[in-house]
């Protein structure tokens, strides 16, 4: 069935970058929307990035700022986000999502289907 498992994650200082992945198997990141959430502790589940039809990617402006790019390799079957110019504020549990369809569902958590387990990243300042 339908698995997804991040990695990538890790400490970093804040300013580097990181790439997470996130591995896909049951089915092929191409034929579904894709996406980034996060959650640090205390908190929601957050939006911070998906791609539908036709590559179309939507972030959320106000944590993501230009600094994020979400995209996907059919080739691997992997999803990716890659993050630069790391800050503290960044510092969360980044889960890899997969929606109903192509079309991205929407922002919120309860709209996607299908969860990974989670890759913990942390920014030091």
């Known amino acids: 069935q339908v698995q997804l498992v991040e990695s990538g994650g890790g400490l970093v200082q804040a300013g580097d970058s990181l790439r997470l992945s996130c591995i896909a198997s049951g089915f092929t990141v191409d034929t579904l929307a894709m996406g980034w959430f996060r959650q640090a502790p205390g908190k929601g589940r957050e939006f911070v990035a998906a791609?539908?039809?036709?590559?179309?990617?939507?972030y959320d402006e106000d944590s993501v700022k230009g600094r994020f790019t979400i995209s996907r390799d059919s080739a691997k079957n992997t999803v990716y986000l890659q993050m630069n110019s790391l800050k503290p504020e960044d510092t969360a549990d980044y889960y890899c999502?997969?929606?109903?369809?192509?079309?991205?569902?929407?922002?919120?958590?309860?709209?996607?289907?299908?969860w990974g387990q989670g890759t913990q990243v942390t920014v030091s300042s």
């Open positions: 791609i539908g039809y036709n590559d179309r990617s939507t």
């Open positions: 999502a997969a929606g109903p369809n192509r079309l991205v569902p929407g922002r919120r958590a309860s709209d996607w289907d299908k």
